[in-house]
C-alpha cells in the first residue's frame, strides 16, 4: 500500500489529454511539500518529468504540466502520442516518516 | 554530464548482505546540499524509498528497512554505498542510485541505469 495513490491505469487516443492524480494526506503533499512526476518507459529508470509541483526540467515538452491543490496533485499531458506509453509515478515528502514516498504508479496506455 | 553507475553482485543468498555500490562520474560527491539516495523497484512494480546520504555522512532512512540497512558514502573515490542485511525474496528488485535536487525533501534528479539483485539460494 503506497503512501500516495494514483489510478493504477489510465488510457488515451493519440492527440488528447489525459490526467493523472496523486492523492496524499496532511503528512505529505497537505503539509506543504513538493510533488515530483517521473516517466519510466519500459525497461529503463525512471527519468524526472516534473519538479517543484509544476516546473519542467530542460528537454521535456510543455506537453506536461503538473499542478497541485490541497492534499493531491495532478499530471496533465496534452497531444498524447505513442512514445508517451510508460509508467508515471508522483512522489513527495512525508513528514511523520522523515523520508520520500511514492505513489503506486500509473500505466499510460495510447 | 553527471553520471551515477551502481555496481554489485546480482545474486544473494536468503539471510546474507547486499551490498552494492554507486560512482559518480561528471561531478562531485561532495556537492553542498545535494543528498544521494537509493530507491528500489521489485519486478512489476512500484518505487520503493530505501534512503538518503550527505557527503558528510548524514543518514536518513525508510523506516521499514532501517534495522537492516546502512548508507556510507567514500569521498576520496566518489561513491557511496548500501549494505542491506538479512535478506529474503522481498528484497529482490532493481536497486537504483540517484541524486537529488537541493535538500532532503527534493526530487530525484539524476538516477543510474539501476542493477537487479535477485535473492535465492
Known amino acids: 500500500q503506497s503512501v500516495l495513490t494514483q489510478p493504477p491505469s489510465v488510457s488515451g487516443a493519440p492527440g488528447q489529454r489525459v490526467t493523472i492524480s496523486c492523492i496524499g494526506s496532511?503528512?505529505?503533499?497537505?503539509?506543504?511539500?513538493?510533488v515530483h512526476w517521473y516517466q519510466q518507459l519500459p525497461g529503463t529508470a525512471p527519468k524526472l518529468l516534473i519538479y517543484?509541483?509544476?516546473i519542467r526540467p530542460s528537454g521535456v515538452p510543455d506537453r506536461f504540466s503538473g499542478s497541485k491543490s490541497g492534499t493531491s496533485a495532478s499530471l496533465a499531458i496534452t497531444g498524447l502520442q505513442a512514445d508517451d506509453e510508460a509508467h508515471y509515478y508522483c512522489?513527495?515528502?512525508?513528514?511523520?516518516?522523515?523520508?520520500?514516498?511514492f505513489g503506486g504508479g500509473t500505466k499510460l496506455t495510447v | 554530464q553527471l553520471q551515477l553507475q551502481e555496481s554489485g553482485p546480482g545474486l544473494v543468498k536468503p539471510s546474507e548482505t547486499l551490498s552494492l555500490t554507486c560512482t559518480v562520474s561528471?561531478?562531485?560527491?561532495?556537492?553542498?546540499?545535494?543528498?544521494w539516495g537509493w530507491i528500489r523497484q521489485p519486478p512489476g512494480k512500484g518505487l520503493e524509498y530505501i534512503g538518503l546520504?550527505?557527503?558528510?555522512?548524514?543518514?536518513y532512512y525508510n523506516p521499514s528497512l532501517k534495522s537492516r540497512v546502512t548508507l556510507s558514502v567514500d569521498r576520496s573515490k566518489n561513491q557511496f554505498s548500501l549494505k542491506l542485511t538479512s535478506v529474503t525474496a522481498a528484497d529482490t528488485a532493481i536497486y537504483y542510485c540517484?541524486?537529488?535536487?537541493?535538500?532532503?525533501?527534493?526530487?530525484?534528479?539524476?538516477w543510474g541505469h539501476g542493477t537487479l539483485v535477485t535473492v535465492s539460494s
Open positions: 546520504i550527505y557527503y558528510v555522512g548524514s543518514t
Open positions: 512522489q513527495s515528502y512525508d513528514a511523520s516518516l522523515s523520508g520520500s514516498v
Open positions: 517543484d509541483n509544476n
Open positions: 540517484a541524486k537529488t535536487g537541493q535538500g532532503v525533501a527534493t526530487q530525484y534528479a539524476y
Open positions: 561528471g561531478g562531485s560527491i561532495s556537492s553542498v546540499n545535494y543528498y
Open positions: 496532511s503528512s505529505n503533499i497537505g503539509a506543504g511539500y513538493a
